[in-house]
């Protein structure tokens, strides 16, 4: 009687690719971007709020990215702002998350390199381009001295004389009202006066792009979304409330604070997206 051999099973292919799964598994071996920012920051003795505090990211957001939930942020662009200030405060290297960010999520630097020259040119700023805004308050303010200097000069001499020749006008202004010699023509609104001249009782912001524009969201004490769109170059906004106001201004180098009467400069840095809450006793001393 013969017995059959069963037939020997072959040795897996070590040149076969691995599945989809394992393959996925194996890129991300090691701590995750979340990871990496909770152990950097425990190593760096902060705790969550001393994190949330400097880099004036929200305590749900932190823990949020700590967690690796990056839907919390609001979007890709959010999310890596919140990363490369958050890898700041704890010693790594931001722009090295941002790239391992992007990788997993599909960002800029996943993109294939023939995708990255079908964008179109790029948009280099000309710091050198002359400044016609400041060149229009400067032509306004002459035209307002000019006729503050001919309604002086005609209420000195009791009026203008007969046959007197009027000065001629730049096109486009007119000519002031005859009336009273004490009146004056209204001077250019100063965005501060008018920001000092709201309740003391209240908390008012005012936001001034500057030459760049910025993503900007506003919302009062109740969380009620006041404001939540570009504000272009040279564009403002102002907000009061008897709480506070919250922000979220995405480019915050591109953006002018008032607060509650005070210049405060620019929100912060090119690029930076920053969170900020002001009440009506802000800004606090010091």
């Known amino acids: ?58 305590v749900p957001i932190v823990h949020a990215v700590e967690s690796d939930d990056f839907e919390r942020c609001g979007g890709a662009f959010y999310a890596r702002g919140h990363l490369r200030l958050l890898a700041r405060e704890v010693g790594l290297d931001g722009e090295a998350l941002v790239a391992r960010y992007d990788a997993e999520h599909g960002g800029p630097a996943a993109r294939p390199a023939g995708q990255l020259l079908d964008t179109g040119p790029i948009k280099v700023r000309d710091h050198n381009r002359p400044n016609w805004t400041a060149a229009m308050v400067v032509a306004i303010l002459a035209v307002v001295a000019l006729i503050g200097y001919n309604l002086v000069g005609s209420s000195s001499s009791g009026g203008q004389q007969p046959g007197a020749a009027s000065a001629p006008l730049p096109s486009g202004v007119s000519a002031p009202a005859t009336g009273s010699p004490s009146a004056q023509p209204p001077a250019p609104e100063n965005s501060v006066a008018a920001i000092a001249a709201a309740p003391a009782d209240k908390v008012t912001v005012k936001l001034v792009a500057g030459p760049d524009k910025s993503w900007v969201t506003a919302k009062d004490g109740s969380g009620k979304s006041l404001y939540s769109n570009n504000l272009e170059a040279g564009q403002d906004q102002t907000f009061t409330d008897p709480k506070k106001i919250t922000l979220v201004i995405g480019n915050a180098g591109a953006v002018h604070l008032f607060v509650n009467g005070k210049d405060l400069g620019p929100a912060g840095q090119d690029g930076q997206v920053v969170h900020l809450t002001y009440t009506p006793g802000d800004p606090q001393a010091g």
């Open 1 to 58: 009687m013969t017995i059959g051999k069963s037939p020997r099973r072959s040795a897996p292919d070590s040149s076969a690719p691995l599945p989809a799964e394992e393959s996925s598994r194996a890129t991300t071996d090691g701590p995750s971007i979340g990871r990496q920012l909770a152990k950097a920051r425990i190593d760096a003795g902060l705790t969550v709020d001393q994190v949330s505090t400097r880099t004036r990211i929200r």
